[in-house]
């Protein structure tokens, strides 16, 4: 056993067996080992690192702290992957069983849980960060793990502009939208900005406005009074019946909603958010798709997922009744992401 891991178990036997508090516990436990070991040994270091092991995220810690890495993820033990301004890999001692032990730590704040039975699960960390787990056998051999990071601090349409997201016109377009409370639908690849510039529309919501958030997990980071944020719940092996977008969507109507966001459509709740935008509640909500076209063509198929009566004279009328923009999100080569179209919906693009 090494000598961070062997410190690690005595504090943690510390806090259980003598209901010492986590710095007494490493204090005390770097104090054996300096007893103990046969030379001297960097304290401070054992410390920092234990404290890291104790409270945080081990060796993962360092990476959740740096703010400029965007997502974070784990194939195999030994190694971790990062996003910051590229792809970059790092070996480093983390074993099969560490990656569990943190993935459980992890889940604890969420209520979560993952399992045999339920081999894979979306959750949240305590800064916002979002977590994805899969385990065998889903997986071939390894727990997998990916950490789409939490942007901290106010995202405005100002500040995409000046980012080179947004050209002039595209943010005084979409200023306008908000301000005349226009329904507009978000598209874009995975990685390609849907989320920030949803968070920045949102930043121009009017204090009295009301705002029903529905998501598969919570990520939206925004200050606003009046808003209720929910987000689905997994079936658990006790029996709990699962909630989804479907269900959030129907309450989220019975909570009179000035403005409601929907965090991703995938499925058959494209039907329950059509019929809700059309019911004269402004909204905004995230697709993927491949263009604004796209996007718009893709509503016109995943209602169909909701039930065989449904037909495209029904959703050519809703889809255009629902949504008066679709702007889509691009994610170029280098990294940096742009509004690279603003398209009005019309009966001419269905």
């Not at 971790?80 to 069983?97: G, P, R």
């Not at 065998?136 to 502009?161: C, D, H, M, Q, V």
């Not at 209602?303 to 702007?327: C, Q, S, Y």
Request: charged share 25%; aromatic share 4%; proline share 5%.
């Amino acid at each position: 056993m090494s000598t961070l891991n062997h410190l690690v178990k005595r504090a943690r036997e510390l806090v259980v067996n003598q209901d010492a508090g986590v710095e007494s516990a490493i204090s005390q436990a770097v104090d054996e080992l300096a007893e103990s070991a046969p030379g001297p040994i960097e304290e401070t270091e054992l410390q920092v690192l234990a404290r890291r092991e104790l409270t945080g995220f081990g060796a993962l810690q360092p990476y959740l702290d740096d703010p400029s890495i965007e997502e974070i993820w784990i194939n195999r033990p030994g190694q971790i992957h990062y996003f910051s301004d590229q792809h970059h890999t790092v070996e480093l001692e983390l074993t099969a069983s560490q990656i569990r032990n943190i993935t459980l730590r992890m889940l604890a704040y969420s209520g979560r849980r993952v399992d045999r039975l339920t081999p894979y699960v979306d959750a949240n960390l305590p800064d916002g960060s979002r977590l994805h787990v899969v385990i065998p056998e889903l997986t071939k051999e390894n727990w997998a793990l990916n950490i789409r990071k939490f942007r901290s601090g106010r995202i405005t349409l100002s500040e995409l502009e000046r980012l080179g997201t947004l050209k002039p016109t595209q943010r005084t377009r979409l200023e306008s939208a908000m301000v005349s409370q226009q329904s507009i639908l978000i598209a874009g690849a995975t990685q390609a900005g849907k989320t920030t510039l949803l968070t920045a529309l949102l930043a121009e919501l009017e204090p009295h406005e009301r705002l029903i958030s529905c998501e598969d997990t919570f990520e939206l980071a925004i200050k606003h009074d009046d808003w209720v944020a929910m987000q689905v719940r997994p079936a658990t092996a006790e029996g709990t019946r699962e909630i989804g977008l479907r269900e959030l969507v129907k309450q989220s109507l019975r909570m009179r909603p000035s403005r409601l966001v929907i965090g991703e459509v995938r499925g058959a709740e494209a039907l329950d958010m059509l019929v809700a935008l059309n019911s004269g509640i402004p909204g905004l909500c995230t697709l993927h798709a491949d263009s604004a076209r796209a996007a718009l063509q893709k509503l016109l198929t995943l209602p169909l997922l909701a039930g065989e009566n449904i037909t495209d004279k029904f959703l050519r009328p809703t889809v255009l009744g629902a949504f008066d923009l679709v702007v889509f999100c691009k994610r170029l080569p280098d990294g940096s992401r742009i509004v690279s179209e603003i398209l009005e919906v019309t009966s001419e693009v269905l």
